[in-house]
């Protein structure tokens, strides 16, 4: 009977994460629930690769605020995941017998789900992060796990030199193989970083997870654990080089980023696609936009719903969001269902959900470049309201 | 709402929709950028707890089965429920198309029967409403009435409306169906009714084997003194679309802020098909005043007062003005286009102009280049 619901590979989405380095805009949602990009939220990217990519069973590991992640997820319908065998499961962690635990790291909470695993007797598993904006097709990546006949093998994405001691670095042979690996080395000797995407052998992995719980020393974590240990046995771990765009969100200022190259078209991101190659998101039945005669709007993204007076540009207004006469929003993100009320200017800024900026309220400034790395973003927290004719300073975090 | 179940006809035989409705029934006409006219209804009826619903087509039904699938968009792929559609053929042994509701109704007791439903609320889908039928049924239970016409009050703007009169009670005394245009306002029939099933019935029966096989013109006209017919007034807004003209004022009409509250945001949700399009780009060249635009578009030209659906594309130097473009509609550089209604995969090519009046616009057939 097992054998009915076997699926070759098994995806395991880690969407625990807290996300502190987010602020206000994850104090009542897990970081993969973060809207993104005018309608989307960050984990309908990883979603919607594995759809594209075939893998139709998904586990998607929470521990942090999980009631909106869970309910935006829901059946996986959007996503086309709602399947009869596989599709999207949502793994809390829960008690086992007398005990129960949260998930220590990242090994871990594949660990405590090795029994959902292996009602799918799956030989791979692809382990993803909830927290990052690209698009892949896993199954390419699969296919070059086959050939090299790897026991893992790990996406990487080359950064440049100097941002190389900010990552886990993979040193590899001129093949591919990996023989090295450095989490953010101060002296490093690639720049082949590693994007958190895994694929293993589950035979294998189930070995080193079942060991690695048993070590009373380990942080429990692939990067810090699983991947050295590998290596120091002599397992054959190879790279696999992704080109094309990808970005980790876990700053405001690069999650900020990330949402203006959606403008840049330049940038490598592509959002679009046809047919069975779209990034799927959960929808929210709102009528199309409405851009009023008032209004003035060049070189933005705006989604259903969002009704607009004032001038938009060089910004995103995500669905059901107002901006309203007199208006100014320049180089900002406008989260779903925010209202700007009339005359505010809202510059350089992230305005939560459901937020408002009260009249004539000035939130963030214009800047030209971004200091030391980082841009000096204006956030708003979900639901959170801006007195008429207030002040939010750039880099200021209200809510 | 479970005692109501519901029949739609996706066409009516009396539209004028000329070119609009070649390639698909009027249930299927797109509407107001992301919509299909048969949208409103389903959503209304699934707000209101009906869904048990069977569609009732004559001929070019595949882009309304393109559209409604299993119903998942309404939430009415469930097991107890759902959509049943009935293509033409199956009405009737001669395969030819029904002639009336009579005929249709005749051809589907089956399924009338089939429902446990004590009720059953007809419908035509050229309706753009936004109504729970809750309190129709309570009006309904409260007159005692035999069939309950839902009415909304405007101008004949053309023929073929149907005129009601009732009396304080809301009892229709006189209902006509007008044979020219007319400036004066009235209560017209929106051709929705509630009745009783089992009342239903035995009427389509008894007027099929006398071969009367027109629903509002041999029962309802016929028998208003006999039957107990009252009205029930659906204010707010309420667009009916019956030709090209109601078709290009009604999707215009929802420029209008207050319009649009009313059909969005009032007591149900309206869900459509979910086409996971992109949100819309705006290049640095464009230049949008007053108009409606669906997810999906790339605009870097000149839009006003327009509808625009999903996916359509407005070059740099294109100028779109009163009008509505639907679906993949593209307009190339330096092309005009001004009071049209260009229909789903139409380009316009480079410096072609395109132009009608506000009283007569010009309609572009689907998938013509221009």
Same mark, same amino acid.
């Given at each position: 009977?097992?054998?009915?619901?076997?699926?070759?590979?098994?995806?395991?989405?880690?969407?625990?994460?807290?996300?502190?380095?987010?602020?206000?805009?994850?104090?009542?949602?897990?970081?993969?629930?973060?809207?993104?990009?005018?309608?989307?939220?960050?984990?309908?990217?990883?979603?919607?690769?594995?759809?594209?990519?075939?893998?139709?069973?998904?586990?998607?590991?929470?521990?942090?605020?999980?009631?909106?992640?869970?309910?935006?997820?829901?059946?996986?319908?959007?996503?086309?995941?709602?399947?009869?065998?596989?599709?999207?499961?949502?793994?809390?962690?829960?008690?086992?017998?007398?005990?129960?635990?949260?998930?220590?790291?990242?090994?871990?909470?594949?660990?405590?789900?090795?029994?959902?695993?292996?009602?799918?007797?799956?030989?791979?598993?692809?382990?993803?992060?909830?927290?990052?904006?690209?698009?892949?097709?896993?199954?390419?990546?699969?296919?070059?796990?086959?050939?090299?006949?790897?026991?893992?093998?790990?996406?990487?994405?080359?950064?440049?030199?100097?941002?190389?001691?900010?990552?886990?670095?993979?040193?590899?042979?001129?093949?591919?193989?990996?023989?090295?690996?450095?989490?953010?080395?101060?002296?490093?000797?690639?720049?082949?970083?590693?994007?958190?995407?895994?694929?293993?052998?589950?035979?294998?992995?189930?070995?080193?997870?079942?060991?690695?719980?048993?070590?009373?020393?380990?942080?429990?974590?692939?990067?810090?654990?699983?991947?050295?240990?590998?290596?120091?046995?002599?397992?054959?771990?190879?790279?696999?080089?992704?080109?094309?765009?990808?970005?980790?969100?876990?700053?405001?200022?690069?999650?900020?980023?990330?949402?203006?190259?959606?403008?840049?078209?330049?940038?490598?991101?592509?959002?679009?696609?046809?047919?069975?190659?779209?990034?799927?998101?959960?929808?929210?039945?709102?009528?199309?936009?409405?851009?009023?005669?008032?209004?003035?709007?060049?070189?933005?993204?705006?989604?259903?719903?969002?009704?607009?007076?004032?001038?938009?540009?060089?910004?995103?207004?995500?669905?059901?969001?107002?901006?309203?006469?007199?208006?100014?929003?320049?180089?900002?993100?406008?989260?779903?269902?925010?209202?700007?009320?009339?005359?505010?200017?809202?510059?350089?800024?992230?305005?939560?959900?459901?937020?408002?900026?009260?009249?004539?309220?000035?939130?963030?400034?214009?800047?030209?470049?971004?200091?030391?790395?980082?841009?000096?973003?204006?956030?708003?927290?979900?639901?959170?309201?801006?007195?008429?004719?207030?002040?939010?300073?750039?880099?200021?975090?209200?809510? | 709402?479970?005692?109501?179940?519901?029949?739609?006809?996706?066409?009516?035989?009396?539209?004028?929709?000329?070119?609009?409705?070649?390639?698909?029934?009027?249930?299927?006409?797109?509407?107001?950028?992301?919509?299909?006219?048969?949208?409103?209804?389903?959503?209304?009826?699934?707000?209101?707890?009906?869904?048990?619903?069977?569609?009732?087509?004559?001929?070019?039904?595949?882009?309304?089965?393109?559209?409604?699938?299993?119903?998942?968009?309404?939430?009415?792929?469930?097991?107890?429920?759902?959509?049943?559609?009935?293509?033409?053929?199956?009405?009737?042994?001669?395969?030819?198309?029904?002639?009336?509701?009579?005929?249709?109704?005749?051809?589907?007791?089956?399924?009338?029967?089939?429902?446990?439903?004590?009720?059953?609320?007809?419908?035509?889908?050229?309706?753009?409403?936004?109504?729970?039928?809750?309190?129709?049924?309570?009006?309904?239970?409260?007159?005692?009435?035999?069939?309950?016409?839902?009415?909304?009050?405007?101008?004949?703007?053309?023929?073929?409306?149907?005129?009601?009169?009732?009396?304080?009670?809301?009892?229709?005394?006189?209902?006509?169906?007008?044979?020219?245009?007319?400036?004066? !306002?009235?209560?017209?029939? %929106?051709? *929705?009714?509630?009745?009783? @099933?089992?009342?239903?019935? =035995?009427? +389509?029966? &008894?007027?099929?084997?006398?071969?009367?096989?027109?629903?509002?013109?041999?029962?309802?006209?016929?028998?208003?003194?006999?039957?107990?017919?009252?009205?029930?007034?659906?204010?707010?807004?309420?667009?009916?679309?019956?030709?090209?003209?109601?078709?290009?004022? !009604?999707?215009?009409?929802? %420029?209008? *802020?207050?319009?649009?509250? @009313?059909?969005?945001?009032? =007591?149900? +949700?309206? &869900?459509?098909?979910?086409?996971?399009?992109?949100?819309?780009?705006?290049?640095?060249?464009?230049?949008?005043?007053?108009?409606?635009?669906?997810?999906?578009?790339?605009?870097?030209?000149?839009?006003?007062?327009?509808?625009?659906?999903?996916?359509?594309?407005?070059?740099?130097?294109?100028?779109?003005?009163?009008?509505?473009?639907?679906?993949?509609?593209?307009?190339?550089?330096?092309?005009?286009?001004?009071?049209?209604?260009?229909?789903?995969?139409?380009?316009?090519?480079?410096?072609?102009?395109?132009?009608?009046?506000?009283?007569?616009?010009?309609?572009?057939?689907?998938?013509?280049?221009?």
């Amino acid at each position: 009977m097992k054998q009915r619901n076997k699926k070759e590979c098994v995806a395991m989405l880690l969407a625990g994460g807290q996300g502190t380095r987010l602020g206000v805009l994850t104090r009542d949602v897990a970081k993969p629930a973060v809207p993104f990009g005018g309608k989307y939220r960050i984990i309908d990217f990883p979603l919607s690769n594995c759809i594209n990519s075939g893998i139709d069973t998904v586990g998607v590991l929470t521990q942090y605020q999980p009631f909106e992640l869970n309910q935006y997820i829901g059946n996986g319908q959007p996503w086309d995941l709602d399947r009869l065998s596989g599709g999207v499961y949502v793994l809390p962690p829960y008690m086992r017998g007398a005990a129960g635990e949260w998930y220590k790291g990242t090994a871990n909470a594949i660990y405590q789900n090795i029994a959902f695993i292996d009602r799918f007797n799956p030989e791979y598993v692809l382990v993803l992060s909830g927290d990052h904006i690209y698009r892949m097709d896993y199954d390419a990546m699969l296919h070059h796990h086959k050939k090299n006949e790897a026991d893992c093998t790990i996406a990487v994405f080359d950064v440049p030199m100097e941002e190389a001691s900010r990552f886990g670095i993979m040193n590899t042979n001129e093949d591919g193989s990996v023989y090295e690996f450095e989490e953010k080395p101060k002296k490093p000797k690639g720049t082949k970083a590693s994007m958190g995407i895994y694929i293993f052998n589950w035979s294998l992995l189930r070995r080193y997870l079942i060991e690695d719980e048993a070590d009373p020393a380990s942080k429990n974590d692939f990067g810090k654990n699983i991947i050295p240990k590998m290596l120091a046995d002599g397992c054959k771990l190879w790279s696999y080089r992704f080109e094309g765009y990808w970005k980790d969100v876990g700053t405001i200022s690069s999650l900020w980023e990330a949402n203006m190259d959606l403008l840049d078209e330049n940038s490598g991101i592509n959002i679009g696609g046809d047919g069975s190659n779209r990034i799927y998101a959960r929808n929210s039945a709102e009528p199309p936009q409405y851009i009023s005669s008032s209004a003035t709007v060049s070189h933005a993204i705006i989604s259903e719903g969002a009704t607009v007076y004032g001038e938009v540009r060089d910004s995103i207004i995500s669905h059901g969001a107002h901006v309203g006469a007199g208006c100014r929003i320049i180089g900002s993100v406008i989260l779903p269902g925010a209202y700007v009320a009339n005359g505010a200017e809202v510059l350089y800024s992230i305005v939560g959900e459901n937020a408002t900026v009260g009249a004539g309220a000035v939130v963030g400034a214009v800047q030209t470049a971004a200091v030391g790395g980082e841009w000096q973003i204006a956030v708003v927290g979900p639901g959170v309201k801006v007195p008429d004719g207030g002040k939010v300073n750039p880099a200021e975090m209200i809510g | 709402m479970n005692n109501v179940m519901s029949v739609i006809f996706a066409s009516d035989q009396e539209s004028k929709l000329n070119e609009l409705t070649i390639h698909r029934t009027a249930a299927s006409l797109p509407f107001c950028g992301r919509y299909r006219l048969i949208d409103f209804a389903l959503s209304n009826l699934v707000g209101s707890g009906i869904t048990n619903i069977g569609i009732v087509t004559r001929s070019n039904y595949s882009s309304l089965m393109d559209h409604i699938r299993m119903g998942r968009d309404w939430d009415l792929n469930r097991k107890n429920a759902g959509i049943s559609v009935f293509p033409p053929f199956v009405l009737n042994a001669s395969r030819e198309m029904y002639k009336g509701k009579i005929e249709a109704l005749y051809s589907i007791h089956g399924f009338l029967e089939h429902g446990d439903e004590e009720y059953v609320l007809l419908t035509n889908s050229n309706v753009a409403m936004n109504l729970n039928f809750e309190e129709v049924f309570a009006a309904h239970l409260a007159k005692g009435a035999d069939v309950t016409v839902l009415t909304y009050r405007g101008y004949p703007s053309t023929s073929r409306r149907m005129i009601v009169s009732a009396d304080d009670d809301g009892r229709i005394e006189d209902l006509y169906i007008t044979e020219k245009p007319d400036t004066k !306002e009235h209560w017209m029939a %929106l051709n *929705v009714y509630l009745v009783k @099933k089992d009342w239903l019935m =035995e009427v +389509v029966e &008894y007027q099929y084997a006398r071969g009367n096989f027109d629903w509002e013109k041999d029962v309802l006209t016929k028998q208003v003194k006999d039957l107990k017919l009252y009205e029930y007034r659906v204010e707010g807004y309420v667009a009916v679309i019956d030709d090209i003209k109601s078709y290009y004022t !009604e999707n215009l009409a929802l %420029l209008d *802020v207050e319009n649009r509250e @009313k059909l969005f945001y009032g =007591e149900g +949700v309206i &869900y459509t098909k979910v086409k996971d399009s992109v949100p819309t780009v705006y290049g640095q060249n464009a230049t949008v005043k007053n108009s409606l635009i669906a997810d999906g578009c790339v605009i870097d030209g000149v839009v006003e007062n327009s509808v625009l659906f999903r996916g359509v594309k407005v070059a740099k130097g294109a100028v779109v003005k009163n009008s509505i473009i639907m679906e993949h509609g593209e307009i190339c550089e330096r092309a005009v286009v001004n009071y049209a209604i260009t229909d789903k995969n139409v380009t316009i090519r480079e410096e072609r102009t395109i132009s009608g009046y506000e009283s007569y616009p010009v309609v572009i057939v689907k998938g013509k280049t221009v």
